[in-house]
């Protein structure tokens, strides 16, 4: 049974930073893509961010180019979003995400990903 347990979000000002965290179990993830989405108020859930588990291969949302960083802790089996420059526009549920196919480049479709965790809250006042 996979299980994707997101931590690390709150409350921050515009231009501050967050890391959130993922901690995967339940099976190896070596063939996996890991994932971000993010779910605004009255919006679609979008792709954010994307790790290719086995060598470290990146894909992000043009959106958050340059200011979100995504990276994995093999040891720790930990997915982990940094976030940078944070602006109102980011305000949402984010989700860590799990797509058992692995292929590349990473499907920014929420329907292509198999497994979710339960979201964590980030909200950036103004």
């Known amino acids: 049974q996979v299980q994707l347990v997101e931590s690390g979000g709150g409350l921050v000002q515009a231009g501050g930073s967050l890391r959130l965290s993922c901690a995967a179990s339940?099976?190896?993830?070596?063939?996996?893509?890991m994932g971000w989405f993010r779910q605004a108020p009255g919006k679609e859930r979008e792709f954010v961010a994307s790790?290719?588990?086995?060598?470290?291969?990146?894909y992000y949302a043009d959106s958050v180019k340059g200011r979100f960083t995504i990276s994995r802790d093999y040891a720790k089996n930990t997915v982990y979003l940094q976030m940078n420059r944070l602006n109102v526009e980011d305000t949402a549920v984010y989700y860590c995400?799990?797509?058992?196919?692995?292929?590349?480049?990473?499907?920014?479709?929420?329907?292509?990903?198999?497994?979710w965790g339960q979201g964590t809250q980030v909200t950036v006042s103004s």
């Open positions: 995400t799990a797509d058992k196919s692995g292929g590349w480049p990473p499907s920014r479709r929420k329907d292509e990903y198999d497994y």
């Open positions: 790790i290719m588990w086995s060598v470290g291969a990146t």
């Open positions: 339940g099976r190896t993830f070596s063939t996996y893509n």
